[in-house]
């Protein structure tokens, strides 16, 4: 973390239709310029996608748009909590919430701040996802 700017690299997350549920995973690849811009690409269980951005550091807030290509677009819009960004995505009439963290985080360390949060992120079962209700 420079200047408290996220780390680029490799994130990985999940976000939820509403805020329970299913928690539908999503990798991806995120560079935090000093300027606050964020570029990045990824892939989710809907399509791949690009994502370009702000982060505030004064704030410690980003938002991005993610892209899907030769799909609809998303708003996301987090809080950054050393070691994470959480926050909520929207759609048109349609929301829900995020959780993304980097990869380069040990599991342990991470595990043990999970702990410390009382926070749960089992993965998702790949039977258990399924393609976006949302279509343009």
């Known amino acids: 973390?420079?200047?408290?700017?996220?780390?680029s690299g490799r994130w990985k997350g999940y976000y939820l239709y509403g805020y329970a549920g299913?928690?539908?995973q999503m990798s991806l690849q995120?560079?935090?310029?000093?300027?606050?811009?964020?570029?990045?690409?990824?892939?989710?269980?809907i399509a791949p996608f690009v994502i370009t951005g702000?982060?505030?550091c004064a704030k410690r807030h980003a938002s991005w748009v993610k892209a899907y290509r030769?799909?609809?677009?998303?708003?996301?819009?987090?809080?950054?909590?050393h070691?994470?960004?959480?926050?909520?995505?929207?759609?048109?009439?349609?929301?829900?919430g995020f959780w993304i963290w980097p990869i380069s985080l040990g599991e342990s360390e991470f595990s043990?701040?999970?702990v410390e949060l009382d926070l749960?992120?089992?993965?998702?079962p790949s039977a258990a996802r399924h393609r976006s209700p949302i279509t343009e």
């Open 1 to 7: 973390m420079v200047n408290g700017v996220p780390p």
């Open 22 to 24: 299913l928690k539908h």
């Open 30 to 45: 995120l560079a935090f310029g000093i300027d606050g811009r964020i570029d990045g690409d990824g892939v989710d269980d």
């Open 54 to 56: 702000h982060f505030d």
């Open 70 to 81: 030769g799909l609809h677009t998303v708003q996301y819009s987090g809080s950054y909590c």
């Open 83 to 96: 070691p994470s960004i959480c926050g909520d995505w929207t759609v048109r009439n349609a929301t829900g």
């Open 112 to 114: 043990e701040t999970l």
């Open 120 to 124: 749960d992120v089992e993965p998702v």
